[in-house]
């Protein structure tokens, strides 16, 4: 594992820089592993500061330096400009050994920056395809970003290997370029962190603090409450399972964003006032809403290597997700969860019907969750597997 590797002292070490477009892609989607990685290499991020929290994000990974460089995630051609710029000069006078960059915006313009400085390898990671869902001269453009971001990068990682056939099949890269990292996934998981053991509160204790009724069956979601999320189709079958009669409660751990992909206003109505659902809001820790549950719903349109869903496997729950890829490599049908296909009400509300009327299935799904996210997606392996490959460019 990764201890088998030599650290190196600061004046040998090569430069390694990290981009993403904010410092919370950092925080939460490569957690721990620039500080890993400034053991071998000198780690620099690159992000905008979004309010202040760069520095956060600088201290939870070790005290790494950082340079804020504002990435807007949205359209911003003006803007857009003038990052590349910054990220040439920033480039020019830091010299990496390796540009690795992460996010849509991030992976464009940091590719075309390392590109037209000569860094000599150029590695973006690739988490997920808004073009998914998008049609028309939007998917174009989106298509168009993602085949220039891989034109200028030396290697690719879709994080897996359904997403590195989409990619394939879509012409976005070219196959000799591309490669999955271990058993896919960006960071993998720390799986003493997300442990039932790690939470000292029983179940019974944290669904009685919650407002959880005796003999309601818990499904919990954790992530932005926003349409491309299933959100619309999570409400529609909340509805439809309380005029059934059903016990159960579903637990909603996340924020509402307003302006990029809002929810519609029926569906927004059920999180906000069905007697059925308990919105919490964000939360620094997701573990105990995790563990008080009985199973994981992710009802997504689109997802790279969906972190939730391993953590969740890793405190033991069987999940119900769409049959898109990262979800469909985490899941196996029937053995620890369930798999349906996205943006069907019908579907997801029959899984949770089913989910609630079979316990001993449910039992039996979860005895496997735990298991079969230890051995595939450590998040030491992880990170073993991509130090691997960073050294073999050394080479």
């Known amino acids: 594992m990764a201890d088998k ?57 070790g005290d790494i330096r950082g340079i804020t460089v504002e990435i807007k995630r949205h359209p911003s051609p003006w803007h857009d400009l003038k990052t ?16 690795h960059t992460h996010t849509p915006k991030a992976g464009l313009l940091g590719m075309m920056a390392a590109k037209l400085t000569g860094v000599p390898h150029r590695l973006h990671t690739v988490a997920g395809l808004p073009l998914l869902v998008h049609q ?28 590195m056939k989409i990619m394939e099949d879509e012409g976005l890269c070219k196959p000799r370029k591309m490669r999955v990292i271990g058993n896919g996934s960006s960071n993998g ?17 944290l669904r009685r603090n919650a407002g959880v009724g005796e003999g309601e069956f818990v499904f919990v979601f954790i992530g932005r409450i926003v349409k491309d999320k299933g959100m619309n189709e999570l409400a529609r079958s909340v509805a439809l399972l309380a005029e059934k009669g059903l016990r159960f409660k579903v637990i909603l751990v996340g924020g509402y964003e307003s302006r990029l992909d809002p929810l519609d206003e029926d569906a927004k109505k059920v999180f906000e006032e069905h007697s059925f659902v308990k919105y919490v809001g964000k939360q620094v820790d997701v573990r105990p809403f995790l563990k008080m549950a009985d199973a994981f719903v992710f009802p997504s349109y689109r997802e790279g290597f969906p972190n939730v869903v391993m953590e969740a496997g890793a405190m033991g729950l069987p999940a119900i997700v769409t049959d898109i ?25 029959d899984m949770m019907k089913w989910f609630i009327e079979q316990p001993k ?5 979860a005895a496997n969750a735990r298991e079969m996210v230890v051995t595939r997606y450590e998040r030491a392996f992880i990170w073993d597997e991509l130090l691997k490959t960073y050294q073999a460019l050394e080479k």
Not at 326 to 344: A, F, H, L, S, Y
Not at 361 to 365: D, F
């Open 84 to 99: 590349l710029f910054k990220l040439i000069k920033v480039f020019r006078q830091e010299k990496p050994f390796i540009v």
């Open 5 to 61: 590797h030599s650290s190196l002292s600061q004046d040998s070490k090569k430069k390694l820089i990290r981009v993403t477009a904010i410092p919370g892609s950092m925080r939460h989607l490569l957690r721990g592993q620039l500080k890993f990685m400034s053991q071998y290499y000198e780690v620099v991020a690159i992000c905008s500061d979004d309010h202040g929290k760069m520095q956060l994000m600088l201290h939870e990974q």
């Open 189 to 205: 998981v720390d799986t003493r962190h997300f442990s039932p053991g790690a939470i000292t509160e029983n179940k019974s204790e």
């Open 136 to 163: 028309g001269m939007g998917r174009k453009v989106l298509n168009l970003m993602e085949r220039t971001t891989s034109a200028c990068a030396t290697q690719v990682f879709p994080n897996s290997h359904a997403m």
């Open 325 to 349: 890829n990262g979800c469909n490599e985490i899941i196996v049908d029937g053995k620890n969860g369930r798999i349906i296909p996205p943006k069907d009400t019908e579907a997801l509300t």
């Open 361 to 365: 299935e449910v039992e039996r799904m």
